[in-house]
C-alpha cells in the first residue's frame, strides 16, 4: 500500500474519531490564531490543507471573512461526506474543494495569499510539502503551521520515537527552534508563534491508533515507557498514564529565494 493510500486512510479514519487532527479541546485556542492571521493580514484567498474535523472549515466560512476558501484534501471520501454532511449550509457552495496530494499540492503557483496546516505536517513528508505549499504561495504571504512539537529539553527526540513504535504514518516532531530553522532554509521568515501545552493519557493514544490498524505494538510501546520513564517524566511529565505535549501555532512568511 503506498503512502498517499494510507493518508486517506487515516484522514477518513480521523474524521470519524477525532483525536490527534482538530480535536475540539484545541478549536477556540487554533481559531483564535487563525482568525489573527486573516484579521492582520487580509489574505484574498486561503487555503486549508486538509479537511481535518471539518469545524475550522465551517467557522471560516460562517464568519464571512471575505476570503475565497479553498480546501485541499487527500480524500475524495471526506469532501464528499463533509458536504452531504452540511448540505443545509449555503455556504458550503462557496468553497472550493480539491482532492489532491499535499507533496503535489494541486494548486496554481502563487495563488494563495495563505495557507494554513493543523496537526498534519507530522504525517506528511516534511520537505516536499513544504516545498509545495512554497510554490503555491504568493511572495510575502503567509504559513501558518498548528502542530505538536517536541519539549525544548527533548533533544534526542523521546517523544517522536514512542509514536514511532505505534503509528507507522508517524513521520516527525520538530523542536520549535528546529521547526523555525527548517522553514528559514525553505525561505519562511519566521513572524510570531506562541507554545501552549496539553494533557494527554497513553492509553487513549494506543487504543486511537490501534482501532485504525487493529495491532499495534504495545508491548514495544510499554517497554519504551517503562525504559524512558526518567526523560518521559522530566520533559513531558509523565505522571502515570497522562503525558503533556507542546503544542506550537507559528506564523511564517514566504519570502522570496
Keep these: 500500500m503506498d503512502r498517499l493510500k494510507k493518508l486517506q486512510e487515516w484522514s477518513i479514519y480521523e474524521y470519524g474519531n477525532v483525536f490527534f487532527i482538530e480535536p475540539e479541546f484545541r478549536h477556540e485556542m487554533v481559531m483564535e490564531r487563525i482568525n489573527d492571521v486573516i484579521d492582520t493580514y487580509k489574505p484574498k484567498v486561503v487555503v486549508k490543507a486538509g479537511l481535518g474535523a471539518g469545524k475550522i472549515v465551517l467557522d471560516l466560512i460562517n464568519g464571512k471573512k471575505g476570503i475565497t476558501l479553498v480546501v485541499v484534501e487527500q480524500s475524495l471520501r471526506i469532501i464528499e461526506e463533509f458536504i452531504k454532511q452540511n448540505s443545509d449550509n449555503p455556504g458550503i457552495k462557496d468553497i472550493g474543494f480539491i482532492n489532491g496530494d499535499f507533496s503535489s499540492f494541486p494548486v496554481d503557483y502563487y495563488a494563495a495569499d495563505l495557507i494554513i496546516s493543523i496537526d498534519n505536517l507530522d504525517f506528511q513528508e516534511t520537505?516536499?510539502?513544504?516545498?509545495?505549499?512554497?510554490?503555491?504561495?504568493?511572495?510575502?504571504?503567509?504559513?501558518?503551521?498548528?502542530?505538536?512539537?517536541?519539549?525544548?529539553?527533548?533533544?534526542?527526540?523521546?517523544?517522536?520515537?514512542?509514536?514511532?513504535?505505534?503509528?507507522?504514518?508517524?513521520?516527525?516532531?520538530?523542536?520549535?527552534?528546529?521547526?523555525?530553522?527548517?522553514?528559514?532554509?525553505?525561505?519562511?521568515?519566521?513572524?510570531?508563534?506562541?507554545?501552549?501545552?496539553?494533557?494527554?493519557?497513553?492509553?487513549?493514544?494506543?487504543?486511537?491508533?490501534?482501532?485504525?490498524?487493529?495491532?499495534?505494538?504495545?508491548?514495544?510501546?510499554?517497554?519504551?515507557?517503562?525504559?524512558?520513564?526518567?526523560?518521559?517524566?522530566?520533559?513531558?511529565?509523565?505522571?502515570?498514564?497522562?503525558?503533556?505535549?507542546?503544542?506550537?501555532?507559528?506564523?511564517?512568511?514566504?519570502?522570496?529565494?
Design 127 to 257: 520537505a516536499p510539502v513544504v516545498d509545495e505549499f512554497k510554490r503555491a504561495l504568493q511572495f510575502d504571504a503567509h504559513f501558518l503551521f498548528a502542530g505538536i512539537v517536541l519539549d525544548d529539553e527533548d533533544i534526542d527526540g523521546t517523544y517522536d520515537d514512542f509514536m514511532r513504535i505505534l503509528s507507522p504514518l508517524h513521520n516527525d516532531y520538530y523542536l520549535k527552534d528546529d521547526l523555525k530553522t527548517f522553514m528559514n532554509l525553505k525561505d519562511f521568515t519566521f513572524v510570531k508563534g506562541k507554545i501552549e501545552h496539553f494533557d494527554y493519557n497513553i492509553d487513549e493514544i494506543k487504543n486511537h491508533i490501534k482501532g485504525l490498524y487493529g495491532e499495534i505494538d504495545s508491548d514495544g510501546a510499554e517497554k519504551f515507557i517503562t525504559e524512558n520513564s526518567a526523560a518521559l517524566t522530566e520533559i513531558y511529565k509523565l505522571n502515570g498514564r497522562s503525558i503533556t505535549l507542546p503544542y506550537f501555532t507559528g506564523v511564517f512568511t514566504r519570502r522570496k529565494a
